[in-house]
Structures are given as C-alpha cells and as structure tokens.
C-alpha cells in the first residue's frame, strides 16, 4: 500500500466523523435553534446570512463530496476493469468533485449578498 492510499484511507475515516460532527450541528441549527418559529423564506434568508451556518454546510459539503467520491473509487478499483486506468478515474473523480463544490459553494455563499 502506497502512501497515497493510505492517506486517503485516513481522510475517508476522518471525513466520516465530521459528516456526523456536522450533520448533527446542521439538524439542531436547523430545526431545534429557532424551536417554534413560523419557518418562511425570510427567515431561512436570515439564518443564510450567518457565517456559522455556511460555514458548517460548506464543511459538510465538502465532506460529504470528499467521502462519497473516494468511496466510489475504492469501490471502482475493486473491479479488475480500472486496474489499468486508475490515473484517469482518479483525475476524473477529482474534476467531478471540484465542480460538485464549486457549483454547491456557489449555493451557500449567494446568500452573504
């Protein structure tokens, strides 16, 4: 096993922790903080607009991309078929999840306006 490996092995156990550190803190942020109050768009804008809410979804976000798409390549490697393409499948799975935080980073941030 290379280093490469093992590191992502790490980060997949480390990115497993944060996604439940976070998605605990993204539920109680979201349904147990303003406990009783009439949910509407306005008050979702606001609650947008906290740098401790976007920064806890981007954390999740990008946890989230991380986990799922380096379980797929593990999952992929296993097959025989990407023995000698595992260069390509890495590069694409990377392009794929920069875009995929790209396009949900843009998601969170165009509320800070």
Do not use: P, S
Not at 63 to 91: E, M, P, Q, S
Request: hydrophobic share 60%; charged share 10%.
């Amino acid at each position: 096993m290379n280093r490469a490996n093992v590191w992502a092995w790490l980060l997949q156990r480390i990115t497993a922790v944060l996604l439940l550190v976070l998605l605990g803190t993204h539920f109680w942020v979201t349904h147990y903080k303003t406990l009783g109050e009439i949910i509407i768009f306005e008050t979702v804008q606001l609650r947008l607009k906290d740098i401790t809410f976007i920064l806890v979804d981007a954390g999740l976000l990008g946890c989230a991309i991380y986990h799922a798409l380096n379980g797929l390549r593990a999952v992929l490697f296993d097959f025989t078929f990407f023995a000698g393409h595992k260069r390509i499948l890495n590069w694409a799975l990377v392009l794929f999840g920069a875009v995929t935080l790209i396009y949900g980073g843009y998601g969170l941030f165009v509320f800070l306006r």
